[in-house]
């Protein structure tokens, strides 16, 4: 299994202090050390970085560490290979285009038997059952709305019918965002914090590192993480349920049809 | 005007050496300091670095020249804005995915009343004559061969077809690469040198900074690396015709139709 973080914000935000803690788990305080990544988004534009060394002891990973990179969203992954080889081109995020929109996915968990036919756009470039499911989720969409994005209400109520054909395959923990919003799918395990005004002084799970958020922000500033175990041990995190899928704007889960 | 890198190689390479001259173009010894990018082939997969600071000042960019990432084909460009503002969606290379395989492309010059009809999968985030180009071309590609790769031959007489009419437009000096192949476009400055044995001491053109490949290589390596302006002071750079796509396999310029 592997790990997702994902990270949704009203204003642009460094990740450096949880990518921190998260990163230990790839090879250090967990198992995951077959390959990890990240992407940011930056306006439209997006920020990606794989490898498929163990997170702990890549270059790339202490270069994520210590330049803040500000993003409104976020979406990173540390991996043990459950389908397909250590490879660069299995490591998560995906990126694709859909609508002149980037489009960021990552999934933890295993789908088994997920052979959808692919006759569109979007074919997978390496041979992972997640890379499978994000090509037939974007397949999906475009054909449903053809060349123009939707509202996000409809974008949402989509999702969450494709997604749970894709979940009754196995186990789809999954994050997938366009820059603007965030969506989550737990299956099994998914957990979320939102960090706004009063910020409070965290401590990290995995490692020896404490931040006093209420230094680095403002009052209007407000973060949503979400993570496949907390991460941190003096906050309040919330779990979803299994086979719910969030929708986070501006560092908030917005709730049933209020978009 | 912006200025264009290429690798091509017959076993993985590091580009340190030659990214160390190019990136000093960027702000120091020449004016292209609005961003920019590099995109290394890894297997199938692909590690993509964008910055739209300035390449001397980015973290990025020293982390690349600290990091020799082993690839056989690399695509590197540095922007001088004439069209898109400065943003990072607009930084080259683009990366998209085409017949299940990423291509990555990089564009030099400058396009006019370039606005094709883009009605298939591949649209512009940005807002580049450059990305409009590389969505146009595979658009065209994808029409013309359907869901299955054509043979390199077939390949290389659509993209000679297709680039002549983009070219039409204005300059199109460009570099596309799928992983395994390289294609350089020339309109006006693009320039081409093979590294091979027996390998030679080079030296920048601009820094200080010579290497002698022959204690780096073996007598089988193969390196062609085409860039706007010649690299190196003391090698034989070949330039290219206006008009003139060449095709670079292996580290070598594949003639007529011998692919």
Not at 96 to 113: I, M, P, Q
Request: hydrophobic share 40%.
């Amino acid at each position: 299994m592997c790990q997702l973080l994902g990270m949704n914000c009203n204003v642009p935000t460094d990740i450096v202090f949880s990518f921190t803690g998260f990163a230990m788990r790839g090879g250090h305080t967990d198992t995951h050390h077959d390959g990890w990544g990240i992407a940011f988004f930056e306006g439209a534009g997006v920020r990606h970085f794989v490898d498929h060394q163990a997170a702990v002891a890549s270059p790339v990973a202490e270069l994520i560490k210590r330049y803040p990179i500000k993003s409104k969203n976020v979406i990173a992954h540390i991996r043990k290979a459950t389908q397909g080889q250590v490879a660069l081109e299995n490591c998560h995020p995906f990126v694709r285009e859909l609508w002149g929109r980037y489009w960021v996915f990552a999934h933890n968990g295993d789908l088994k038997d997920f052979h959808p036919v692919l006759d569109g756009p979007y074919r997978p470039v390496g041979n992972t059952d997640s890379e499978r499911a994000f090509c037939y989720l974007l397949q999906q969409l475009r054909e449903r709305f053809g060349a123009v994005a939707p509202a996000l209400p409809a974008l949402r109520a989509a999702l969450a019918e494709l997604v749970r054909g894709v979940a009754a395959h196995g186990t789809f923990n999954m994050l997938l965002s366009s820059g603007t919003e965030l969506f989550a799918h737990c299956s099994t395990n998914l957990f979320y914090v939102v960090r706004q005004h009063p910020f409070v002084t965290a401590k990290l799970s995995d490692d020896d590192v404490t931040v006093d958020f209420s230094t680095l922000t403002t009052p209007q500033d407000r973060v949503a993480v979400i993570v496949t175990e907390p991460l941190t041990t003096n906050e309040a995190w919330t779990g979803f349920a299994p086979g719910e899928l969030k929708l986070f704007v501006d560092g908030w889960p917005v709730e049933g049809e209020s978009v």
